[in-house]
């Protein structure tokens, strides 16, 4: 079928062609926010196989005391060991189009199909990004306005009857700092992605009104929440990447809060575009995009020491 269709305007009389406007109007579409917390790992690249491996090592056993005897050995400790790999694998969608389609347009055809695939491959590598940050063994599920329960084997157990507020919040940031001891992701903050449900969650939280009338008065104007007990809030407002209807009745707005080193990618190729040969002289065309790249979670565990990610989420 043609990708052009005229009609009349009208059955008898003067046929005319209405003008178009200069502007030609672009979908929206969602932000991205996971991928820019992704640096890929060093040392990898092109030439390099199909996965790489990353060497982790534990925490050393603190001792009750390190002082020793004029003539004791000094005691010897141990150290472990463990490997986690990524494989790459190919990433690729395209558009086609036709010359008769691309010679008809008032528009440049092929710089529109272009941003709209820019758009396209900047969703998917994000959506890809925050289902690695949902591996997470650590899940952090609110079950009460004043209770929450942490699963530690990577499957939520419990259902969620409440959405996250302030006390949920406090008891992630003081689970993260003295049960897991995360590293911070910059300076003394962790970061905290979330579903607008949840930020929703906190700004309905009369404790959190309360402080923000003196410590930032301009809040709830700009709709932000901000940073919290050292974590750094910001709002992901694609569903794709974090559900704003989990739990029961879809009470819960999905979220993760996590430190330093959680997820990284390997990338054999970087993203990019590429335009097909032109086929049956020229009349078929397509533009499309492709990579070779994969990511992956750091530390797979739910290790004091280790683990650096608590995904907020329910059953």
Known sequence: MSMHSWAYDQPTGVYKNHALSSDIRMA?????CFSMFVSAEAGYGKGKGENVTITRISNVEEPTQGRITELQDIPEDVFSLSTTSITVTEWGRSLPFTSFAADLAFFDLKSKIQAKLKDQMRLTMDRAAAAAYKTAKVKAIPDGVASITMDTDGTPSTAATVNANLYHVEQIRDYMKTTLHVPAYEGD?????????????IKNDPKWEMWKIHTDPEAKFKGEVG????????????????????????VLGEAVVFGADSVTMAVALDPEL?????????????????????????????NDGEA????VTSS
Request: one cysteine or more; charged letters at 20%.
């Open 308 to 311: 650096r990610i608590v995904h």
């Open 227 to 250: 940073r919290i007990e050292g974590i750094v809030f910001k709002e992901v407002s694609n569903t794709n990447c974090l559900s704003g209807a989990k739990g029961t009745g879809g």
């Open 28 to 32: 929206a579409v969602a932000e991205s």
């Open 274 to 302: 590429r335009a097909e040969v032109p086929r049956n002289f020229g009349r078929f065309q397509s533009v499309a995009w492709y990579a070779i790249m994969e990511y992956g979670i750091v530390w797979d565990t739910a």
């Open 189 to 201: 903050n962790y970061i905290c992605l979330a579903s607008t449900k949840f930020l929703r969650g």
